[in-house]
């Protein structure tokens, strides 16, 4: 299945580009992003992140026609400043992220990260780090997973869940997706399963942040990409879900407001560092929509580091 960047055209006019500056794909997946930002590049270089090596093998097939302004690096967004530091780069102009799973690793039943096929639990977005999907299902303590299904998949029958989850690995081990998904299933009450949309995809949410850590990552890739931001510098990050989108809101609304006396005259009111440009999340057009149906949960928001 083809790839489609989600708001690919609203987030490289939310960078700004200038053809001479330094950006930042922190989520290269398949590349569509990158290109069109390599693509506006003259002197500039862009630099690209993805802890999964299929991500980075693949991507070079898109990127063919911009390889020379690019440079690849396999880790985690997280590690993003560090990784940075160590080749002399301590300031860029523009950070991308896109917190969606690509499409490609939802349709290779192997990665283990879909309820729509059979495969073993998995859900690792870097293949080489030892817990799995597996792992956090079959031997997690109940508290644990009802705790995770509650906080990163917002599930309203998570305890319902925990708990069947919990019996079915005492009569065997739950080693598949689809297992899992029937065990899912049996927990929850039939006006619920004649719901649209599919019954796992909360505890499939769950899992895969669990597994991949993808929220403490989040919180320290945000800290480290406000750091590194130069001057008139804009972070742009689309997210997928609401949990991550109130971390990345609450962030930029922290960076963005200056807290002072009441009585303080507003014209003596000093500016943050940081403007927050789209208080009001972008989200994809109509036409965008009707072709991509990844994009239907996609909210944008920028910050912009403030010139002197």
Known sequence: MEHISVL???????????????????????????????????????F??????SAIAESKETLRSVLDKITFIQANFAQMEEQL?????????????????????????????????DARLDMRMDQSQSLSAWEVVNQYPFVDLMRILHRYGEEP????????????RQIKPIDTTLQLVDVIKSALPSKVLSKKGHPAKQTFQAL??????????????????IRLLNENGRFCIITFQSLEDRIVKDRFNEVSTIHVPRKLPLADLPLADYEFITRKAIVASEAELAINNRSHSAKLRILKKRGK
């Open 48 to 53: 690209c992140f993805d802890r999964d090596a």
């Open 208 to 225: 895969r942040i669990e597994v991949n850590g993808e929220l403490d990552a989040l919180q320290e890739m945000l800290e480290q990409g």
């Open 157 to 168: 029958f998570a305890k319902q869940i925990a708990r069947k989850i919990e019996a079915q």
């Open 85 to 117: 530091n160590q080749i002399g780069i301590h300031g860029v102009d523009g950070i991308l992220v896109d917190l969606g799973v690509s499409s490609p690793q939802f349709d290779d039943p192997a990665r283990g990260f879909s309820y729509r096929f």
């Open 8 to 46: 690919l055209h609203e987030a490289i006019a939310g960078l700004d580009i200038k053809p001479d500056g330094i950006y930042v794909d922190a989520t290269l997946g398949r590349g569509g992003h990158s290109l069109q930002i390599a693509s506006k590049l003259t002197t500039g270089k862009l």
